[in-house]
Each structure stands twice: as C-alpha cells, then as structure tokens.
C-alpha cells in the first residue's frame, strides 16, 4: 500500500502519518519547505515531496504508483485573506484531485469541516442530509463549501468527504496555542457561559474515520466524525486548558454582544484594516452556540468506531 498525504507537516496530517507508517503503509507526503520536510520524515513518511498545492508538475510525480491520497492541507484562517484562502482550499483541492486523476490513484480522502454549514440554520444535530447555505458565513465556511463541490464533482476517481467536528487531541498545533495565550494573557472570555452543547472528535478518531472512509466511503458521498455523544463545551474547553494547567475565570459576553463585536470586526476587516482580534461572525457561530452533528451515517455504511474516548485523550494531554 502507497499513499500521499497533503498537510503533513500539521497537526492532523502528521498524526495520519504516523498511524500509516505504524501499519506498514508507505506514505509519500508533500512539503513545501525543508522544515516541512523534516516534519514529514520525522512523522514517518518515507518520501517528502517538495512542492506546493500549485505545482502540478510535483504533484504528478509524487502521486506516480500511489493507491489513495489524503488531502488535509488547508487554510484556516477566517480572519485572513479571501484570495489566499480560495487559492488553497479551492483551487489546491482542484489541482490535487486533477493530478490523482492523472496518475491514476483509486481513491481521494478529502477533509472538510461542519464550518460547511455556517450561514443557514443553527448546526443542532445536524446530518449529512442538510443542504450547504445558499449565502455561507465567512471565508473558511465559503471556500470549504466550494472545495466539497470540487470534490463531489469529480470523475476518474473515487472521492469521499469526511466532516470531523473539533478536532483536538495531544499534539494540537492550533486550539491549544491558542487558548494558552488567551488565557495566560487574560484575554479569554465565554460566550453566553459557554453553557451549550458541541460534538467533538479527537485526532486519532479523525484517522480512524479517514481510513474507513478510504475501504469503504461511497464516491461523492459526505460523512461526519466525531467523538460520540455531544459534551457540554464550557466543561469540555475547562477540562483541555486544566491539562496545561490554565485557569480560564468566569468572565463572559453575551451572544448579542460578541455577534455585534465580531461583526463590527469583520466590517473593519472588509475595509482593509489588519492586525484585528482573531473574532469573526464565523467563530461566534462554531464555538459561541450549540453545534452538534449526528455521524451515524459514518457508523454504519463505514463500520466507524472511534478508538478513543474523550476521557482517554485528555488523560494523553495531560501526560
């Protein structure tokens, strides 16, 4: 078995390396710069393919043989530039589907997101028969969406999207950051107490999901991940930052109220302004309410079953 892996130099990707290596798979992975490259070989990839998601020459000759490919490269940034975002979620995703298709790989896994839904109703139990918003909130929602189309529209190939909700887990080169400098700065606040339910899914779940979305994954076809039953999320954020042992307070705003900021930042943004609060209209909407999403369809047309429990992965951060 011979597969290529986008984003391995990431959080998500470097953990999907490391699995496939431990199962004797051989992973050819790209990097687009020799720190990535160590990054990659350190994971356990047997080849770092330099390049970019725009080199379509590099991505031909390191998809040459390969049985599937993992796309987990991404932008991520909602606050950041829409060209860039485009660039990289959209038309990446375009140039490595096109260049699987042209070196006559099997299978394409693309990673996506619960953001998808960002702009339409309130994500509550939320499954894969809930249509994308006509008008999707925010870059990331907006280029993630159109990235799903990419992929969905593809021929040549079979190519399946999973959607894991709140990726987290040991290792975390994103949330955990990012909480530990709100917190040591003294910039954290809840919103709304941050009394509300959300789905999770820790990392090694997300590959768990990957793979048997890869064996068994039904082309075109979309499939949420998570942890299992939703968690209370101000227990669950209070419990990660008590693995670093961060104390987050009682401070909060109300929803209206960090709606209007977000808002406010976002008409800013707009108008060219950088160097902003991280806080969008988007963030307000995936971790200042309830969103929850329903994988039964992942259980029982992939046989998912998540390896790890939520109590496991935090006892794994904390050692």
């Known amino acids: 078995m011979k597969v290529f ?4 130099s990431g959080f998500l990707g470097g953990r999907l390396i490391e699995v496939l290596a431990e199962r004797g798979v051989e992973v050819h992975a790209l990097a687009r710069s020799p720190r990535s490259e160590d990054r990659v070989i350190s994971r356990g990839a047997v080849q770092a393919v330099r390049g970019d998601l725009a080199d379509r020459a590099a991505l031909v000759a390191g998809l040459q043989g390969c049985d599937a490919v993992y796309h987990c490269a991404a932008y991520v940034d909602d606050s950041g530039d829409f060209d860039e975002a485009w660039a990289v979620n959209v038309e990446g995703t375009r140039a490595v589907l096109e260049s699987a298709v042209e070196a006559d790989v099997r299978t394409f896994i693309h990673v996506s997101t619960e953001a998808v839904l960002v702009g339409g109703d309130p994500i509550v139990r ?13 870059l990331y929602p907006t280029t993630k969406g159109a990235a799903e189309a990419v992929v969905r529209s593809a021929e040549g190939i079979r190519a399946v999207i999973v959607r894991p909700r709140f990726i987290w887990g040991a ?15 003294g910039q954290w606040a809840w919103i709304d107490r941050g009394q509300y339910a959300t789905s999770t899914c820790h990392v090694d779940n997300v590959v768990e999901g990957m793979l048997c979305a ?9 499939y949420f991940l998570t942890d299992g039953e939703p968690v209370e999320f101000r227990a ?5 930052a008590a693995t670093r042992h961060l104390t987050l307070g009682e401070r909060s705003l109300p929803g209206w109220a960090a709606w209007m900021l977000a808002s406010g930042l976002d008409g800013l943004r707009a108008m060219g302004l950088r160097g902003l609060p991280p806080l969008t209209r988007t963030a307000v909407k995936l971790i200042g309410e309830e969103v929850t999403v329903d994988d039964s369809r992942a259980r029982a047309e992939l046989g998912y079953r998540p390896p790890v429990t939520v109590d496991q ?5 904390r050692a």
């Open 126 to 138: 939320a499954d894969e028969r809930r249509t994308l918003p006509e008008r999707p909130l925010g």
């Open 171 to 185: 290792g975390d080169t994103t949330l955990l950051p990012r909480l530990e400098d709100a917190a040591r700065s």
């Open 236 to 240: 669950f954020i209070e419990r990660m």
């Open 313 to 317: 992965g935090l006892e794994a951060m």
């Open 5 to 8: 892996v986008t984003g391995g």
């Open 214 to 222: 890869a064996e068994r994954g039904e082309h075109g076809e979309v």
